[in-house]
């Protein structure tokens, strides 16, 4: 079957009920920053919080009524087991969502919530999956493949539907890739669309799955990433005929673009984006020569971020900003210093978030102490202000923290 952008129209208009046309809109903010025009589309505050609902209402719509009352399941410790679960209990389905040993609780507990029949099995992903065609073998269970099955690459590209139909004279469309599934679909309704559109993926630079097939390299996947959600070693073969065709480019984006893709997100548009959702910022930032003077869309794909990790980036892009800091200061061993510093944070208005004062470290002489004061001011230039008013009283400042 040879996916048309017809039959993606025609099973938007079957998923409406259920799944949300979420907000697409321009970014003021962070056009103006950035210096290229930025429109976002919001898939992060869809149902189950990323766009995966759409291809799995998708493929069970396109179910009999037999494989229905049998039930479906699905490998998947992700958005993908959180939409197909959540889907399948909207439609009276038995889902069942295996995973991998050390999967998560959070991520196991938010898929039983949604419905999902939770298996633990398997160390790896691949034992997981092995179960999962034994299960099959066993019971007839329709499986519900996360991007390499043409009904669910379908209702993925329903995305580019939405973000089209409110704004048609993007220019350049960036979607992330993992296993293909999304932009497989997206391209084909974007160019459906609007024939002149640009379509180009955005992987991390640790998983160039597509960029390997592109470009003939032999790049290793491996390793750990912001955006586990697209961390995938193989591009599916259905949507990698589709990506053939239709898809004009791919680039890969670094981890540290990733992080400062989320830090932005959530300081300019308030929201809270996971790594694969952020990628496509993260390529505007690392390669805005690609991008000027054009109207670009991007698909935040989702929002599942841990929540310690999100809390980690956001303070790291503050220390980066030079909105918080840990000074380790070289003061004399004598009453006053701390009084000294603590005023001269004062005067310039910064305020100290923790101070550590310590007479014994051996790397000093016994006449000078070590203090660590970690403050918060309001950005580079603040900051240096205030360390050259320290230092002008003879005592050393040294930056720890800086990333």
């Keep these: ?10 099973v938007h208009k079957k998923i409406t009920d259920v799944v949300k046309w979420t907000e697409t809109s321009y970014s003021n903010q962070i056009s103006e920053k950035i210096g ?3 429109y976002i589309k919001f898939e992060n505050r869809q149902h189950t919080g990323a766009f995966k609902i759409r291809g799995s209402y998708s493929k069970l719509l396109s179910l009999s009524q037999k ?30 969502i295996v995973m991998p040993e050390g999967t998560p609780f959070t991520k196991i507990r938010r898929t039983k919530n949604f419905g999902g029949n939770v298996i633990i099995k398997g160390n790896t992903l691949s034992d ?28 993925q590209g329903t995305v580019s539907i939405e973000l089209l139909s409110d704004f048609k004279d993007i220019d350049i469309l960036l979607v992330p890739v993992g296993g293909g599934g999304l932009i497989a679909g997206c391209s084909i309704a974007a160019k459906g669309i609007n024939n002149n559109i640009k379509v180009i993926g955005v992987e991390s630079e640790l998983y160039p799955s597509l960029s390997n097939i592109m470009f003939n390299r032999n790049n290793k996947c491996k390793g750990s990433t912001l955006a ?16 053939n065709d239709n898809v004009d480019d ?18 300019h548009e308030k929201v809270v984006v996971e790594g694969a959702g952020a990628v496509g910022l993260a ?17 935040l794909c989702g929002g599942n971020i841990d929540s310690k990790v999100f809390s980690s980036i956001l303070m790291r892009d503050l220390v980066r900003s030079g909105q918080v800091t840990t000074l380790t200061i070289t003061i004399p061993d004598k009453p006053g210093q701390l009084a000294t510093i603590s005023q001269i944070c004062a005067n310039e208005g ?5 101070v550590e004062h310590s007479r014994f470290t051996m790397d000093l002489s016994a006449s000078v102490a070590k203090l660590n004061i970690t403050i918060e001011t309001q950005n580079t230039e603040h900051l240096n202000s205030i360390i050259k008013k320290i230092e002008m009283h003879d005592m050393p400042v040294v930056i720890e923290g800086l990333i």
């Design 36 to 38: 290229i025009d930025t």
């Design 250 to 267: 791919v680039i890969t984006v670094s981890e540290a673009s990733i992080e400062r893709a989320i830090a932005m997100l959530a300081e």
């Design 67 to 96: 494989e229905k009352d049998v039930g479906v399941i699905a490998m998947s410790a992700g958005n993908h087991a959180q939409g197909l679960a959540y889907i399948a209990k909207k439609m009276n389905i038995l889902s069942h």
């Design 283 to 299: 390529g505007m930032l690392e390669k805005p020569e690609i991008f000027k003077d054009k109207k670009v869309g991007i698909i």
């Design 1 to 10: 079957m040879k996916l048309t952008f017809k039959d993606i129209c025609n």
């Design 128 to 155: 997981s999956f092995n179960h999962v065609k034994k299960l099959i073998s066993e019971n007839g269970y329709t499986e519900v493949h996360p991007y390499n099955d043409i009904n669910v690459i379908a209702g």
């Design 228 to 243: 586990e959600g697209i961390a995938v070693s193989e591009v599916g073969s259905v949507p990698l005929s589709i990506i």
């Design 350 to 354: 910064a305020n100290v978030l923790e």
